[in-house]
């Protein structure tokens, strides 16, 4: 094992000296399901304590490397998706009948370039604009740290000149740019994977009209996460995203009280690296909150309920810090699967 360390260590100095692409790039590997996930939504909004006006330019999106291996995100697409009222909305029932295994999109941002690694454990931070939101809100955020910004191009709000751009490749109204994040949810995400043009790819009017704005349509089968966040009050019968992508779906709470969702924290390795759940049910995968900030995530672990459902509690090893081997998970810190899980 240690040889092997040692050659594979020989191989990527050889790689830097002939190519000069740093280690990560030269281990990094292509965006697919599993490695990178949407880990974060704020789509709440709050209200300005100036005004008390609605105030909606802090929503931010995160993305997060779940794998122990780098990551080049350039290209990476994210897709927000059709959220219009039930009567004129494209579920994924009406999908199915009309344009199968197809799902409809409003607006495709694109992270631009051609290398941007994203290391384990890491995330990268979208926001509608870069700065120190806080002053506004209690519930608001510092976003000046943000990786990328979808600049608005209407004016409408400060965008950080430092902050690189995400690439707009469609949007289903021309003049808007920044992402389309609703207070009271319909507000459902996807990334993807392409190489091609998707402004150029079939589009739809709302579902029952034949003129107005359009959405594209894409494939499921590019989609290597999708989180399903349905409109206030909504059930089942509004989820845009078939069972494969997502076979849960968050409803959101009161609006403009700084409404976000994360995902709860499945296991922590040794080297402090937290690996996030991801079962494909944003219903479990998923924990609402006003306050947990960018980049943030819980440093225990998801509770009892939501471990067994992702790791099968039947083939559950678990053991106490004294290696006594134990039936069920028990409070506090258990060994699982060769894992620390805290039970609270």
């Known amino acids: 094992m240690r040889r092997f360390s040692t050659l ?14 740093q280690p990560s790039l030269a281990e990094a590997v ?39 291996t780098p990551v080049n995100v350039a290209g990476l697409k994210l897709g927000i998706v059709e959220a219009d009222a039930p009567n004129l909305a494209w579920t994924r029932d009406r999908m199915t009948e009309a344009h199968p295994d197809q799902i409809a ?19 990268l931070l979208l926001v509608n604009s870069a700065i120190d939101h806080r002053d506004i809100s209690d519930f608001e955020c510092d976003l000046s740290g943000a990786d990328y910004e979808a600049k ?6 400060p965008n950080n000149e430092n902050v690189p751009a995400l690439d707009l490749n469609y949007s289903y109204i021309a003049s808007i740019s920044y992402m389309l994040l609703a207070q009271t949810g319909a507000c459902s995400t996807v990334l993807f994977t392409t190489d091609q043009d998707v ?14 704005n359009t959405n594209i349509i894409m494939p499921k089968s590019w989609v290597i996460d999708g989180v399903e966040i349905v409109a206030k009050g909504a059930d089942a019968s509004n989820k845009r995203l078939y069972d494969d992508i997502d076979k849960g779906y968050f409803v959101p709470g009161e609006g403009y009280t700084g409404g976000r969702i994360y995902r709860k924290t499945a296991s922590i390795e040794a080297d402090g690296r937290k690996v996030l759940m991801d079962t ?10 006003t306050t947990i900030q960018p980049r943030e995530y819980d440093s225990e672990v998801a509770a009892i309920q939501t471990i067994k459902t992702s790791h099968h509690a039947e083939n ?11 039936n069920q998970l028990q409070k506090g810190l258990n060994i699982v699967n060769g894992k620390k ?4």
């Open 8 to 21: 594979k260590t020989l191989a990527l100095a050889a790689v830097m000296m002939l190519t000069g692409i």
């Open 152 to 157: 608005d191009n209407q004016n409408k709000f």
């Open 280 to 289: 494909d049910n944003t219903t479990d995968d998923f924990q609402y909150s």
């Open 105 to 123: 999109i409003r607006q495709v941002f694109q992270i631009p370039g051609t290398e941007k690694i994203l290391e384990p454990g890491n995330s």
């Open 199 to 212: 402004a150029s790819l079939p589009t739809v009017f709302q579902y029952g009209k034949e003129k107005g």
């Open 341 to 344: 899980v805290v039970i609270k």
């Open 30 to 68: 292509k965006p697919e399901k599993g490695n990178v996930v949407i880990s974060k939504i704020y789509y709440g909004r709050s209200k300005n304590k100036a005004d008390n006006k609605s105030y909606s330019w802090g929503g931010f999106i995160e993305i997060y490397n779940n794998s122990a």
């Open 316 to 326: 559950m090893v678990i053991y106490t810090l004294q290696g006594v081997r134990l």
